[in-house]
């Protein structure tokens, strides 16, 4: 009973989080709902005596495999959204038809197969599901265990190869750099100083706070033009920073 | 309970398989691919209760170590595709069609 119920709210769970991983326009969502599905099949495993492959499940899945992609998205831009774009005529349609008829055919075919009650793991995992997993990896399965050491290790090697970047020029000295800022401020009137950090010569030094000129006036390259927008929607922004966006605006 | 759990793992197949023809983003593609490997641990799992033999368990231990490596070459290429072309759309790397 306790195992029913266990299975119909994870398998609510897991698949609305599958379809949250398909549908979301966000990347990082995504993530997060695949980790949902992870997280529910591992319960999954446990209710189904497999401790072992649940803890695995946990560590290696929802810890390392998706810390890894929320680094890599991360990494490529978080904002990298999905073009609309269907490069095939009617592909989106087609793909969806074609998931929905495997889909169907797939569980009609699983739903005609009556199977003999199972016979459970009582019996195998007697001295313990660890100690019978050690038993049978060590014993039938050494060669694909030791060819699994194998994969490992190219991957490891496979990743830095791929994730190492040849330098193809010499590195600028802060000499040239510096002399190309000076160019710039020749030729087009960029000026070399850095920009004035919020807060400069006002009383507070929050972001928010645009920097003052010696003259008290606003500097204009200090205002935080994400935060001022923010600010303008709420309501909340300093009537002085306020101008100087509607002067940019129009 | 079986037949349950078999069609559940059908179900989330499907749904990866429908996620790897839809989306555009390889990152998202490939987290499809990974919810399609989940879904047959959890076949594997199932049978290995249904039969009382672990060896299933065993397969879907496999699975995942195999998915972890595959995970990470995975994403090292799209890094690597990323710097050259400062895009994770799979509709742009198409040079080899040409």
Known sequence: MGETI????????SVSAALGLVFSRKAVYCALMLGVVMLSLAILY???????????????????????F???????????????????????????VAGLAFAALVALGVGNVVFAPAVGLGAVNAAGNVPSLAELIFTRYVFAFEVTSALLITAALGAMVLAHRE?????????ELSRERFVKYGE????????????TYARANAIDMPALLPDGKISKLSVNRYIARYEAEEGTIDPKVAEILEGEDK | MTTHYLVLSALLFAIGGIGVL????????????????NACNLAFVTFARQNGNIDGQVIAFFVMIVAAAEVVIGLAIIVTIFRTRRSASVDDASLLKY
């Open chain 1, 188 to 199: 087009e009137g960029i000026d070399p100083s850095p920009l004035p950090g919020p807060g």
């Open chain 1, 6 to 13: 266990t299975f119909w709210v994870l398998a609510v769970v």
């Open chain 2, 22 to 37: 839809v989306r555009r983003n390889a990152i998202v593609v490939f987290m499809c691919v990974e919810l399609m490997l």
């Open chain 1, 167 to 175: 330098r193809l020029e010499q590195k600028a000295t802060q000499r």
């Open chain 1, 46 to 68: 446990a209710v189904q005596d497999a401790p072992f492959l649940a803890a695995v499940q946990i560590i290696v899945y929802t810890g390392a495999v998706m810390m890894l």
């Open chain 1, 70 to 96: 929320l680094f890599v998205l991360m990494l490529v831009g978080v904002d990298s959204s999905d073009s609309l774009v269907e490069t095939i005529r009617g592909q989106r349609f087609w793909a969806v």
